[in-house]
């Protein structure tokens, strides 16, 4: 098995779910998890009739470990399946491959909300985005509420996973990129930022924003100009933003 294995697999969870993903051949769908306790009728029959149409390899479980498995007991529904997404990768294989200095990357910071990570997600890839540094901890996990908000990009979103964000963060730094957080206080505006190297720019949770551990870590800040005395974005909108400021022409 090699080493990036699990890196670039996705665990989707639900019966509804699973069966859509089954049902989308261009998806490189490779085991599917099953309950032991599962009754075989219904939905469920389709999900087996499916992947077995497919040559998808088919395992049972008990429901605790499938729950292991699914991470979520409660709304796995006794079905799991594993998705290989190839732009999937580790903070360690982010970062010990070549970087653009043109490299613009989208770090979530304490971002719960699964609609808002989807609408991140489907921005992300339209506009071309490097990577999205993606805690294990802290967000909203990828699961089904998430994909469905991504429209289906989080399939082929280049997902850059770490365990907690700081610590990544340093890594970055160590690595010469430079960590850019948003900030409606800021001098220097997004649109008129031209980065001499690759960036992480950190988008915040929607209570908090920015946490203090992050704010930190960076090397710089910029605003988004507002009229009409609004406050602040969406984060998801902010996410656009950066996403398509990278490619205003200077």
């Given amino acids: 098995m090699k080493p990036d294995h699990f890196e670039k697999l996705l665990v989707l969870y639900g019966r509804k779910p699973v ?10 769908c490779r085991t599917l998890h099953l309950a032991s306790s599962n009754r075989s009728a219904g939905i469920l029959k389709e999900i087996v009739d499916y992947a077995k149409s497919r040559d998808i390899l088919i395992r049972e479980h008990t429901r605790e470990a499938l729950g292991r498995l699914s991470k979520n007991k409660k709304q796995d529904q006794g079905v799991a399946l594993d998705i290989r997404c190839p732009s999937f990768m580790s903070i360690e294989q982010f970062l ?5 200095s043109a490299t613009r990357v989208l770090a979530l910071d304490g971002v719960t909300n699964p609609q808002n990570v989807g609408m991140i997600i489907r921005s992300a890839v339209a506009s071309g985005i490097g990577g999205i540094l993606y805690p294990r901890k802290g967000v909203a ?5 998430v994909i469905k908000a991504s429209a289906g990009t989080l399939f082929k979103a280049p997902i850059i996973s770490c365990e907690t964000l700081a610590p990544a963060l340093r890594q970055c730094l160590e690595n010469g990129l430079d960590i850019v957080a948003l900030d409606g206080a800021a001098p220097d505006s997004l649109f008129g930022d031209r980065p001499s190297r690759a960036a992480v720019y950190v988008l915040g949770g929607e209570t ?3 946490s203090d551990a992050t704010r930190s870590l960076a090397t710089r800040s910029l605003s988004i100009p507002m009229a009409g005395g609004v406050e602040s974005l969406n984060v998801a909108v902010t996410a656009a933003l950066i996403g398509y400021a990278a490619q205003i022409a200077p």
Avoid: F, K, N, T
């Fill in 141 to 145: 996990s990828l699961g089904p509420l």
């Fill in 19 to 28: 069966l859509e993903a089954l049902m989308d051949a261009s998806l490189d």
């Fill in 208 to 210: 908090h924003g920015v």
């Fill in 96 to 100: 010990s491959a070549p970087i653009d």
